[in-house]
């Protein structure tokens, strides 16, 4: 064997054994390991996880995994293309785990990371979802409105992270998708263009369908906004958002009409309405008015 990659071997065995020793002191209840940091050999667990909620983060597809190594984690999640940074993965996975109740608001996370590819795990670290995400979003045990499907919520996020890297032919554009509490907003927006999905059925519609997100990237070249029903059926697209402002919401420099808009209806509705900056292409999730970042930020210069 390669004696550089046996050194990394035995590095790895050690933050893994240290990790259980720092949860085990820290009092955690769930120690996730961000798998696309290996390129390419599986990750098995040894016995000792066993008495700990055991969560793998990674962009593979989970049917392609090996049995042995899926066998060793209690939940799995996918991340969005948008998780490429240790952050942005770790906020998703966070969002995800919470939607599909797998954490609670009060849980301890002992977290394993390091490079994406690099085979090499360089990173441990501590952290209370109550203390990450309280000056965000409030958590609650039903981190959803009661409407959203979660795993309608988790394509939102999936398609709208596809549009912050992707673009569109190349080329970066902007996005926002207003999800849930339909009749509330209601009488928030107008259109702006003859809305596409008007008249088609609604399995025709439907944001789980695999051709859905092409078509959805495709209307994002329109101004305007998608609105989609929490069962995951899309109402309307080049949807303008008319609802008054709220004098508590106040976003951070660079972010322009498309997040202010995101903001303030999601502080009128129970809805959820995620932004995508063309300029930055950051995205971004509203709730109750509050903001989360679900990307690492540069605010280089204003949205149009």
């Not at 995994?65 to 948008?82: N, P, Q, R």
């Not at 292409?281 to 679900?294: C, D, K, S, W």
Request: hydrophobic content about 45%; charged content about 25%; glycine content about 6%.
């Amino acid at each position: 064997m390669d004696i550089h990659l046996l050194k990394t071997q035995e590095e790895n065995s050690l933050i893994f054994l240290e990790a259980v020793r720092i949860a085990e002191a820290s009092r955690c209840t769930t120690i996730m390991i961000f798998g696309d940091v290996m390129a390419s050999s599986p990750i098995i667990l040894d016995e000792v996880f066993r008495k700990y909620k055991t969560v793998l983060v990674t962009k593979r597809d989970v049917a392609t995994m090996d049995e042995e190594e899926k066998s060793c984690f209690t939940h799995i999640i996918s991340v969005a293309s948008l998780a490429s940074r240790r952050f942005a993965q770790w906020r998703s996975a966070a969002i995800v785990g919470l939607t599909h109740g797998m954490f609670s608001p009060d849980e301890k996370i002992c977290r394993i990371s390091g490079l994406v590819g690099s085979n090499r795990f360089d990173t441990l670290s501590i952290v209370e979802l109550m203390n990450e995400f309280n000056f965000a979003i409030p958590l609650q045990k039903d981190f959803l409105p009661r409407d959203i499907r979660p795993e309608v919520f988790e394509r939102v996020l999936s398609i709208s992270s596809d549009i912050a890297v992707e673009g569109r032919e190349g080329k970066p554009i902007g996005s926002l998708i207003i999800l849930g509490a339909i009749e509330r907003i209601r009488p928030y927006i107008r259109p702006l263009v003859l809305n596409p999905f008007q008249g088609h059925a609604e399995q025709d519609r439907h944001i789980l369908n695999p051709f859905m997100a092409e078509i959805i990237k495709e209307f994002s070249a329109i101004d305007g906004a998608f609105v989609v029903r929490g069962d995951g059926a899309i109402e309307a697209a080049g949807m303008m958002i008319q609802a008054p402002h709220n004098e508590r919401i106040s976003l951070p420099p660079g972010l322009g009409t498309r997040h202010m808009a995101a903001a303030n209806i999601s502080a009128i509705a129970d809805c959820i309405a995620v932004a995508v900056s063309q300029s930055t292409r950051h995205v971004t999730l509203f709730h109750h008015g509050e903001m989360l970042a679900l990307s690492e930020r540069s605010f280089l210069k204003a949205e149009i």
